[in-house]
C-alpha cells in the first residue's frame, strides 16, 4: 500500500489505536519499515541511546523528543528553572525582575525544592527557618503518586541526611533520588476539596518553540475534604489528586471520576470572583508553561523527528497563584470514564492532525506551520517565529495580568485564543 | 385544576406514608446528643459521610414521568368538544383548553430576544468583536448595580448577564441582600436540622447520590446541596407561597391522634416533599453563590417564584400544565409534519421533553447555556420561554427526527443536549423561521 503511513506502537491503548485505524494507516511491528512511532518513555531511551540507538530516516517520527527528561523529571525541571532564572538575572532581563524579599516576580511558579540526597544540609537550613511548615517528598524517576509521602518533622526523612548512619552501608547511588518541596498547604478550594489542573500541551519543536495548549484540560478532585491539619498528613485521599490513588477511596465515583472541566473552572472563578482576577490567572497559566518550556529549550535536543505531548500538573493556591508541579511525558491514556475516553481520543486525534499533517507520509523537513483549520481543540499558545516577527521589544513589555492591544483580556467558554496578549 | 391537584396531593402523602410505615421509620424524631454532635462536626461533608439508614431502601416518592401521567389525564368535565368550530383538534397528551401563547404573541413578549437586539449567548461568541454589543452591555450592567435598581436589572437581564455580574444581578432582581438576621435565620434553620431527623431528609440524600453527585457539572458541590436542602424542608416560611399556588401542603398527625385537626401539622415543615430530581434546582447555583447562607436565600426565592409552578397542577400560564400545552400547540401549529410522524410512532413528543421543562433543563443543557436561559426566566418573570425552548429544541434536531421509527430512537436522538447553544436556537425558532 504505497503511501499510506506505517505506525507501530508499544502502548497498547484503544485511544491511540482507533485513531491510526481511522486514518487507514497500515500497522507493522518495530524491525519493519515504520513512519510513525508511538512509544513509550522506555523505548524512546532505547532509540536514541549511544549504544542500541539508530538513526531515523525523513519519513520517520516519534513522539518523544530524546531528552524529554530534561523537563519531565522533577529534579531535572527544578534545575533547569533555577539555570534558566540566573541567566536571565545575569543578562539583566526584566523578567528576572525580584521583589524586596528577593522573590522573583515572574518567574516564581515553582516551590521551593531541593534534591536530596545531594541537597540535604541546604534543606535543612531552609526547614529550619519555619519549623512548622509542611514538605513533600516526592520520588524523581516515578509516577502516579507512587512513593511520595508528606512531612512536617525532620526525623522523618533521616535517611537522607548525608551523614546518616546507614549512608555507611548503603553507596550514595543506590539511595534513590528524591526532591523535596515546600508543600502547598493552602490550595484554592472548591467545594472544600482540593484539586489540581491536568493541561495538555503539544509542543513540535523547541528551537524555534512552538507549543499548543488542549483547550478541554479538566480538574482532577480529591474524594475527601481537605485539611491541612497534622493528623491527616498520612492520608493520601485528602492531598494527592492523582487519579491512580483516588480511584481507590471509598468515594470515587465512575461516572465522572472526580474530573472537572476547566471550562466550568472559568465559570465558577469568573461568576464569584470577577472576570479581572480569572483571566489573570489564566494569563499566569499559560505564562509558567510557556517559561518552563523556554527554559529547557536551550538544552533540549530538538530533533526534527520529534514533537511530544506533555501533560502538566498545575495547583492553584487560595490567592489565584498557578503552582508548576510537574510535567509528564507519558500522560495517561487509559480512560477511567466515558467522557475521558472521549476525551482521550480527540486528544490524540488533534495531536496527530498537527504532528502528522493531512494523515499523511511524514517528512520531518517540513516547517512544522500547521495551517489554523487542523488546530482542533488546541490553540496556539506560543510561537516564537511569530513572536519574533511581532518586534523584539514585545518581550519587554510582555508580562503576565497585562493585555496588549484591541484583542487582549477576553475570556470564552470555548477557551482562549489571545495569547497575544502578552507575547 | 385544584381537585386535580389535591388528589395528586393524597397520593404523593399516601406513598410517603406508606414508605414510613414499611420501613418502621418515624416521619420526624429528636436526634440523640450524640448524633447531633456528630452531624454538626460532619456540616461540611455530607456527602462522604455514612447516612444513619441505608439509603436503598427508600425510594424516590415519584418521578416527572408519574406527574406526566397525571397531567394527561386532566380533563374539564365542563368542557364540550362537540361540535367544534375549528377545524383542528388537539393531538398532543394535554387535554385541558388553556390559554397559551402563539408565535406572534411571543415574539411581542420576548420582542427583547429579537434578531436586531444585541444578546449575550449570541454577540459574545469569539467571532464578534466586544466593541459591537458586548462592552457596553457590560457598562450598562454595571450601571444598573451600583444603582441598585431591580427594576432596571429586571429589564437589562433579558439581553443576558455577563458572567461576572451574574450573581449580584439575580440578588438584585430577587430582593436579596444578606443581612445579618437572613444569616441568623439561616443558622436557626442548621440548628433545627442538627436536633431533628426528618424522613424526608433520607430523600434528599438519595436524591443528591442518584443525581448532583453523578453530574458532571455540579458533583464538586454536592455537599453545598445537602446543607441548602435540609434546611430548606425545616423553613416554614416557604409555607407562604402557599397563598398563591393551588397547592396545600401536606398534612400530618401526632402519633396516636390521626384526624385531630389540634394534632396537625404540615410536614415537612415547609410542605414541600422533594421527588425525583428536585437538587436539581439549587444545583446550577452553586456557580454563583459559595456562601451557604446566600446560595440558600436565592434558591428559596426563586423556588417560591417558579419552580414550585413546574410540580404543581394549576391553569397559571407558568403553570407546568400551561407549559406542556404551549410546547405542544407550538410544536403542532408550527412543525405539524413532525408532531404528526412522531405520533404515529409512539413518541409523542411531551413524552420526552417533560422532563425537561419539569427541571428547567437542569442537567441537560451545559451549565454556561443553562445560565444563560435563566437569566431571562429572571428577565421575563415568566417560565413559558422553558416550553419555547423545549420546541426550537425539536425544530432543531427535525432532521434527524423524522427518520427514526420508534420512540427509544427519538429519545436517543435528543438525549445529549449538552452542546447545544440555547439563545441562538430560540431567536431562530421566534424570530427566523417562516411561520
Redesign the interface.
Known amino acids: 500500500m504505497a503511501g499510506k503511513v506505517k505506525w507501530v506502537t508499544d502502548i497498547e491503548k484503544s485511544v491511540l489505536i482507533n485513531n491510526f485505524e481511522k486514518r487507514g494507516w497500515v500497522q507493522v511491528t518495530e524491525n519493519e519499515d515504520w513512519n510513525f512511532y508511538w512509544m513509550s518513555v522506555q523505548t524512546i531511551r532505547n532509540v536514541f541511546s549511544v549504544e542500541t540507538g539508530y538513526r531515523l530516516s525523513d519519513d520517520q517520527i516519534v513522539n518523544h523528543f530524546p531528552n524529554h527528561y530534561e523537563l519531565t523529571r522533577k529534579d531535572l525541571m527544578v534545575k533547569n528553572i533555577k539555570r534558566y532564572r540566573k541567566e536571565l538575572e545575569k543578562e539583566g532581563s526584566p523578567l528576572a525582575e525580584k521583589d524586596e524579599s528577593g522573590k522573583y516576580l515572574y518567574l516564581d511558579f515553582v516551590p521551593i525544592t531541593y534534591m536530596l540526597p545531594a541537597d540535604y544540609n541546604l534543606f535543612v537550613e531552609e526547614f529550619r527557618k519555619s519549623p512548622s511548615s509542611t514538605w513533600i517528598m516526592k520520588p524523581c524517576g516515578k509516577a502516579q503518586g507512587k512513593g511520595i509521602f508528606l512531612i512536617n518533622k525532620l526525623s522523618q526523612i533521616k535517611k537522607w541526611s548525608r551523614d546518616s548512619k546507614t549512608s555507611s552501608f548503603m553507596t550514595q547511588s543506590t539511595k534513590e533520588a528524591y526532591v523535596i518541596s515546600l508543600y502547598i498547604n493552602n490550595p484554592l478550594l472548591i467545594g472544600g476539596r482540593k484539586f489540581d489542573l491536568r493541561l495538555y500541551v503539544l509542543v513540535s519543536t523547541y528551537r524555534p518553540l512552538r507549543c499548543y495548549m488542549y483547550k478541554l484540560g479538566f480538574c482532577r478532585f480529591c474524594t475527601v475534604k481537605y485539611t491541612p491539619s497534622t493528623s491527616e498528613l498520612d492520608n493520601m485521599f485528602v492531598h494527592l489528586t492523582n487519579v491512580a490513588i483516588q480511584k481507590h477511596g471509598e468515594d470515587y465515583n465512575h461516572i465522572h471520576g472526580g474530573k472537572w472541566a476547566v471550562n466550568n473552572l472559568r465559570l465558577y472563578l469568573e461568576s464569584t470572583r470577577g472576570r479581572e482576577v480569572t483571566g489573570k490567572l489564566f494569563d499566569e497559566i499559560h505564562w509558567v508553561i510557556v517559561q518552563s518550556l523556554k527554559a529547557v529549550a536551550p538544552v533540549m535536543n530538538n530533533d526534527k523527528h520529534c514533537f511530544e505531548c506533555y501533560g502538566y500538573d498545575i495547583i492553584i493556591d487560595d490567592k489565584l497563584k498557578p503552582w508548576l508541579i510537574e510535567v509528564n511525558a507519558s500522560p495517561s491514556l487509559t480512560s477511567s470514564t466515558a467522557n475521558d475516553r472521549i476525551l482521550k481520543y480527540n486528544l490524540i486525534n488533534d495531536t496527530l492532525n498537527i504532528a502528522v499533517p493531512n494523515g499523511e507520509i511524514p517528512d520531518c523537513k517540513w516547517n512544522k506551520s500547521p495551517p489554523k483549520e487542523v488546530l482542533g481543540n488546541y490553540e496556539i499558545l506560543y510561537d516564537e517565529e511569530l513572536a519574533q516577527g511581532d518586534g523584539a521589544d514585545r518581550e519587554l513589555r510582555s508580562r503576565p495580568g497585562q493585555s496588549l492591544g484591541p484583542r487582549g483580556g477576553r475570556s470564552r467558554d470555548s477557551g482562549r485564543t489571545v495569547l497575544t496578549t502578552w507575547k | 385544576m385544584r381537585k386535580a391537584q389535591g388528589s395528586w396531593e393524597k397520593r404523593i402523602l399516601k406513598s410517603l406514608n406508606s414508605m414510613c410505615t414499611e420501613l418502621s421509620i418515624p416521619l420526624a424524631r429528636k436526634r440523640p446528643v450524640g448524633e447531633q454532635k456528630e452531624l454538626l462536626n460532619k456540616w461540611?461533608?455530607m456527602?462522604?459521610d455514612e447516612p444513619v439508614l441505608d439509603l436503598s431502601l427508600f425510594r424516590p416518592v415519584y418521578a416527572p414521568k408519574d406527574f406526566l401521567e397525571v397531567l394527561i389525564n386532566l380533563r374539564n368535565p365542563n368542557y364540550e368538544n362537540g361540535d367544534s368550530h375549528s377545524f383542528r383538534t388537539h393531538l398532543g397528551l394535554i387535554q385541558v383548553p388553556l390559554k397559551v401563547k402563539d408565535i406572534p404573541e411571543l415574539k411581542e413578549f420576548f420582542v427583547e430576544l429579537g434578531l436586531t437586539a444585541g444578546q449575550l449567548g449570541v454577540d459574545d461568541?469569539?467571532q464578534v468583536?466586544?466593541?459591537l454589543f458586548e462592552n457596553e452591555h457590560v457598562r450598562i450592567g454595571q450601571k444598573v448595580l451600583s444603582e441598585q435598581d431591580s427594576a432596571a436589572a429586571q429589564q437589562y437581564i433579558r439581553q443576558g448577564s455577563?458572567?461576572?455580574l451574574?450573581?449580584e444581578l439575580w440578588a438584585l432582581i430577587l430582593n436579596i441582600s444578606s443581612q445579618p438576621e437572613d444569616i441568623l435565620y439561616y443558622e436557626q434553620l442548621k440548628t433545627n436540622v442538627i436536633q431533628h431527623d426528618l424522613l424526608v431528609d433520607s430523600l434528599i440524600y438519595k436524591d443528591v447520590k442518584l443525581t448532583a453527585?453523578?453530574?458532571?457539572?455540579y458533583?464538586?458541590?454536592?455537599?453545598?446541596l445537602y446543607q441548602v436542602l435540609l434546611c430548606f424542608s425545616r423553613d416554614t416560611s416557604v409555607l407562604g407561597h402557599f397563598a398563591y399556588s393551588s397547592a396545600s401542603p401536606p398534612k400530618s398527625y401526632i402519633r396516636g391522634k390521626l384526624g385531630l385537626e389540634e394534632y396537625a401539622v404540615f410536614y415537612p415543615p415547609n410542605g414541600v416533599i422533594p421527588f425525583h430530581g428536585f437538587s436539581m434546582y439549587v444545583a446550577p447555583l452553586?456557580?454563583?453563590?459559595?456562601e451557604p447562607s446566600k446560595l440558600y436565600q436565592i434558591f428559596r426565592e426563586m423556588y417560591v417564584r417558579f419552580f414550585f409552578r413546574l410540580h404543581s397542577i394549576s391553569s397559571h400560564p407558568s403553570g407546568i400544565v400551561s407549559l406542556c400545552l404551549l410546547f405542544e400547540t407550538l410544536l403542532q401549529t408550527y412543525l405539524p409534519q413532525l408532531f404528526y410522524h412522531l405520533r404515529e410512532i409512539g413518541a409523542q413528543p411531551l413524552r420526552i421533553s417533560f422532563k425537561w421543562m419539569v427541571r428547567a433543563f437542569s442537567g441537560y443543557l451545559a451549565?454556561?447555556q443553562l445560565l444563560l436561559l435563566w437569566d431571562r426566566i429572571l428577565g421575563y418573570n415568566s417560565l413559558e420561554i422553558l416550553a419555547v425552548l423545549a420546541a426550537a429544541v425539536f425544530a432543531f434536531r427535525a432532521v434527524n427526527l423524522m427518520e427514526v421509527t420508534s420512540l427509544a430512537a427519538a429519545e436517543a436522538v435528543l438525549a445529549d443536549l449538552s452542546t447545544l447553544k440555547v439563545m441562538p436556537l430560540l431567536q431562530i425558532f421566534l424570530f427566523a423561521t417562516v411561520t
Open positions: 461540611n461533608e456527602g462522604t461568541s469569539t468583536p466586544p466593541e455577563p458572567t461576572a451574574r450573581a453527585s453523578n453530574d458532571d457539572y458533583f464538586v458541590f454536592e455537599d453545598y452553586c456557580f454563583l453563590y459559595h451549565t454556561d
